[in-house]
């Protein structure tokens, strides 16, 4: 129907409007290409288990670089690479670049990639999952799969069958931004879930505010009595990170642990981690 007004319909929107249009077709545009142009990036984050405060994994973070240097963050294209349907061939290239670069991370080390809730319920994630880790071969085990509340909350039912069918294959399955969404504490106990990312505006006032206190507290209860793996996202100074271990919460991940980073340089890190853990294990100086 509004096709047939053609161009005449231009007339209703505003000049800044219509600009605006057009930019999003053209991002779209070059959006479609990214993959095929090598145009996108993975950047680790570390993460830390914070009962021994070590690293052990790391969150895969996208970046699109379309002219280098500058890079496009995550939350300026990926809703409208899920407008667009496009999310499901970025998303393949994300889980198949991280299953390949965690390969030559230690064994007891995994990755999580961030999984949008539009393509959970569209096409076969389980279907795509299995054959990522078929052709990597990573083991299921070394890969996290973190997940907003709100993909539960819109198709329930189809959500249960896709998270079995992913706990069928060994993959970790984590709520992500846990706390920021409309979710009851029933999803917890009614999805097969394995761990919790504690939202990270939950650190904002943590650990000097006595209600701030209560909240992470009684999430890492709560997570606890659901027998979740619970991660602090969002630690970004040395109070929150010895408070969270003083309170036992598993694990860790923010600025003051390590910021996203390129692969490159987050196999340095590991390098230079590695070689620590053997200089304090043979007791030689550093
Ligand atoms: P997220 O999964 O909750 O990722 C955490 C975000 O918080 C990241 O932003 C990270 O850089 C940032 N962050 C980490 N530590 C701190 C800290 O201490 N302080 C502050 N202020 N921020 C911190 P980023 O990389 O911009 O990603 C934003 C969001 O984009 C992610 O939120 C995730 O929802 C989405 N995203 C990222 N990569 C992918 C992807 O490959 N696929 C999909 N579907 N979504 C992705
Ligand atoms: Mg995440
Ligand atoms: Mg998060
Ligand atoms: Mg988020």
């Not at 053209?26 to 290409?33: D, H, K, T, V």
């Not at 504690?198 to 027998?227: C, T």
Request: with cysteine; aromatic share 8%; charged share 25%.
């Amino acid at each position: 129907q509004s096709k047939n007004l053609g161009r005449n319909r231009w007339v209703f929107y505003s000049p800044e409007m219509s600009e605006q249009l057009v930019q999003r077709r053209e991002m779209e545009r070059a959006l479609s290409q990214a993959v095929t142009r090598d145009e996108l990036r993975l950047f680790y984050q570390p993460r830390y288990s914070l009962h021994s405060g070590k690293m052990d994994g790391a969150e895969a973070l996208l970046r699109w670089q379309p002219s280098p240097p500058a890079l496009v963050m995550p939350d300026s294209f990926i809703p409208l690479a899920e407008e667009t349907g496009l999310i499901i061939p970025i998303s393949d290239w994300v889980l198949q670049r991280a299953c390949r670069d965690a390969l030559s991370w230690p064994d007891r080390f995994y990755v999580s990639v961030n999984i949008s809730p539009v393509e959970f319920c569209r096409g076969d994630l389980a279907g795509r999952i299995a054959t990522i880790l078929q052709v990597t071969g990573l083991p299921a085990e070394r890969l996290e799969l973190e997940i907003t509340e709100n993909v539960t909350l819109e198709r329930p039912e189809k959500a249960l069958l896709i998270m079995q069918r992913l706990k069928v294959l060994g993959v970790r399955l984590t709520v992500d931004d846990f706390g920021s969404g409309y979710a009851s504490l029933g999803y917890l106990k009614a999805f097969p879930f394995d761990g919790l990312k504690m939202d990270r505006s939950y650190m904002k006032d943590f650990p000097h505010s006595q209600q701030a206190h209560s909240i992470v507290n009684g999430i890492i209860g709560l997570g606890k009595a659901f027998s979740l793996v619970i991660t602090a996202e969002g630690i970004e100074n040395a109070e929150q990170f010895a408070e969270l271990r003083a309170i036992a919460c598993d694990e860790g991940q923010g600025y003051y642990l390590g910021r996203p980073m390129p692969a490159v340089d987050f196999m340095r890190l590991l390098e230079t981690a590695e070689q620590n853990e053997a200089i304090n294990e043979t007791g030689q100086p550093g």
